[in-house]
């Protein structure tokens, strides 16, 4: 069982940086993608970013282009999102997921959908006030 574990978050004001990390427990030198989405109260689940293994490819959602950027440590076994002038609609539980490592990596549109990943981290808050 792949075990996401998951770092950072807080409250912070409008236009602050904020850093999330996430943790897998899936043995070093294994490919796998990973994504990161959001839930806001009373909101569907949004893609934020996603990252392959190599790190060679990222993609963001429209809301958060330009302002969140994700890496990946696969020595360490840590996917990040720093997050970047922060904004009050950026407020939400953040997860990191990840893709299962025996399957291939997304193509395409699928790399948005949360039915893409297998495996997700605990959650953690951001709030951004105002």
């Known amino acids: 069982q792949v075990q996401l574990v998951q770092s950072g978050g807080g409250l912070v004001q409008t236009g602050d940086s904020l850093r999330l990390s996430c943790a897998s427990s899936?043995?070093?030198?294994?490919?796998?993608?990973m994504g990161w989405f959001r839930r806001a109260p009373g909101k569907e689940r949004e893609f934020v970013a996603s990252?392959?293994?190599?790190?060679?490819?990222?993609y963001y959602g429209d809301s958060v282009k330009g302002r969140f950027f994700a890496s990946r440590d696969n020595v360490k076994n840590t996917v990040s999102l720093q997050m970047n002038s922060l904004k009050p609609e950026d407020t939400a539980v953040y997860y990191c997921?990840?893709?299962?490592?025996?399957?291939?990596?997304?193509?395409?549109?699928?790399?948005?959908?949360?039915?893409?990943?297998?495996?997700w981290g605990q959650g953690t808050q951001v709030t951004v006030s105002s």
């Open positions: 997921a990840v893709v299962d490592p025996g399957h291939p990596e997304p193509t395409g549109s699928a790399w948005t959908s949360s039915k893409s990943y297998t495996y």
């Open positions: 990252i392959n293994w190599s790190g060679a490819t990222i």
């Open positions: 899936i043995y070093t030198g294994t490919n796998y993608a």
